[in-house]
């Protein structure tokens, strides 16, 4: 038996935050972003939109592209690290406002491997019983991004994407899922400041210690070849080749991260999925939100095989090989 996505929604706040912005903001230029990054704009939540806000329209959506009402729902996943609370989880206030009544609801912590990793544990659940579950990447990144830090404010931004995994009639549908993690680079990427180990203080705001941290030429290298190598582990898993894919549905990170990924595996430009011009790294958001536009803009056809992969904070790094 297997599991199949059923139904993918996304939903990105109003405002829009322009690189020529970020240039009146720290020392950088549009030319500088779009050369190291490939981002040209991401949208950022208003005052007062939260994590739950985004993730409840992207929910809806995907909601009415499977077809089945929220209270059909059997659980409720939300891959975030920008909930709107420490506690409750964030899941629960979405399985209220959607009113999935019988649905259970928790949160899931991977950072941008968040949505993969949800997606994996979807996948058991359907295949040992459950009906359907809904799975949501969202993300206030602009929260606890340092403004001031021009290292890290040009890449993230805002954004939810949500897919509703159900029982598969054939045998199409989610043909297997990678998870990894290397504690060891648990460094790379961190937010210090508002957990247990340094919890909130006059000092550790003063220390802008709530903000992410990044050790951004280490992150790139580990990435591309934490990309590669799953990619590669993937498809031959499952007997298949980089020739077999249709669309490769990477986490939306860096244009150059993505560039050298797909050369290295041979993977044709038009092979792969890349919006994060308009939207940044949207951490767990970024796989949902592409995925939700390819199938919008038709490069996802019944039968084709799409690879999403992804990597982040942890190191966590994630694949999944689907047949549509
Ligand atoms: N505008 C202008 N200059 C900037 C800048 C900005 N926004 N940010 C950094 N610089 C400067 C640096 O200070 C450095 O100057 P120096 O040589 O005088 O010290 C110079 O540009 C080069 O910095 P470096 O860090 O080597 O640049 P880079 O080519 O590695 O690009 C990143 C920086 C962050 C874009 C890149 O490392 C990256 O994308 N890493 C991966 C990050 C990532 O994907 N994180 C999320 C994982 S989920």
């Known amino acids: 038996?297997?599991?199949?996505?059923?139904?993918?929604?996304?939903?990105?706040?109003?405002?829009?935050?322009?690189?020529?912005?970020?240039?009146?903001?720290?020392?950088?230029?549009?030319?500088?972003?779009?050369?190291?990054?490939?981002?040209?704009?991401?949208?950022?939540?208003?005052?007062?939109?939260?994590?739950?806000?985004?993730?409840?329209?992207?929910?809806?959506?995907?909601?009415?592209?499977?077809?089945i009402s929220a209270a059909d729902l059997d659980l409720i996943l939300l891959a975030t690290c920008t909930g709107d609370y420490p506690l409750p989880a964030t899941a629960c206030v979405i399985q209220h406002r959607l009113g999935a009544t019988k649905a259970a609801a928790c949160d899931l912590s991977a950072a941008c491997c968040g949505f993969v990793y949800a997606l994996s544990v979807a996948d058991a659940y359907v295949k040992t019983g459950m009906r359907h579950v809904l799975i949501i990447?969202?993300?206030?990144?602009?929260g606890?991004?340092?403004?001031?830090?021009?290292?890290?404010?040009?890449?993230?931004?805002?954004?939810?994407?949500?897919?509703?995994?159900?029982?598969s009639e054939n045998d199409r549908g989610i043909l297997s899922t990678q998870l990894r993690s290397d504690?060891?680079?648990?460094?790379?990427?961190?937010?210090?400041?508002?957990?247990?180990?340094?919890?909130?203080?006059?000092?550790?705001?003063?220390e802008r210690m709530q903000y992410i941290k990044m050790k951004g030429n280490e992150t790139f290298k580990v990435a591309v070849r934490t990309l590669e190598d799953i990619a590669r582990e993937t498809l031959a898993a499952s007997g298949l080749s980089v020739e077999d894919l249709d669309l490769y549905v990477p986490h939306q990170a860096n244009i150059r991260i993505l560039k050298a990924v797909a050369s290295r595996l041979g993977l044709p430009p038009e092979k792969v999925m890349l919006n994060l011009?308009?939207?940044?790294?949207?951490?767990?958001?970024?796989?949902?939100?592409?995925?939700?536009?390819?199938?919008?803009?038709?490069?996802?056809k019944e039968g084709s095989l799409v690879m999403l992969g992804s990597f982040g904070a942890g190191l966590t790094w994630a694949s999944a090989l689907i047949r549509w």
């Open 1 to 67: 038996m297997r599991s199949r996505i059923a139904g993918t929604g996304s939903y990105v706040p109003a405002k829009v935050l322009t690189n020529a912005d970020l240039e009146r903001m720290v020392a950088t230029s549009d030319e500088w972003i779009v050369e190291r990054t490939g981002i040209r704009e991401r949208h950022v939540a208003g005052p007062g939109e939260a994590c739950s806000d985004l993730a409840v329209k992207a929910a809806e959506r995907a909601l009415a592209a499977a077809g």
């Open 137 to 142: 990447g969202s993300e206030v990144m602009s």
């Open 144 to 167: 606890i991004t340092d403004w001031t830090d021009r290292n890290t404010c040009i890449l993230f931004g805002d954004g939810a994407g949500a897919a509703v995994i159900s029982a």
């Open 183 to 206: 504690g060891t680079l648990c460094d790379l990427i961190e937010v210090p400041g508002g957990g247990s180990r340094m919890p909130p203080s006059e000092k550790m705001v003063a």
């Open 277 to 300: 011009d308009r939207y940044g790294n949207t951490s767990a958001a970024s796989i949902p939100i592409a995925l939700d536009e390819a199938l919008r803009q038709g490069r996802i």
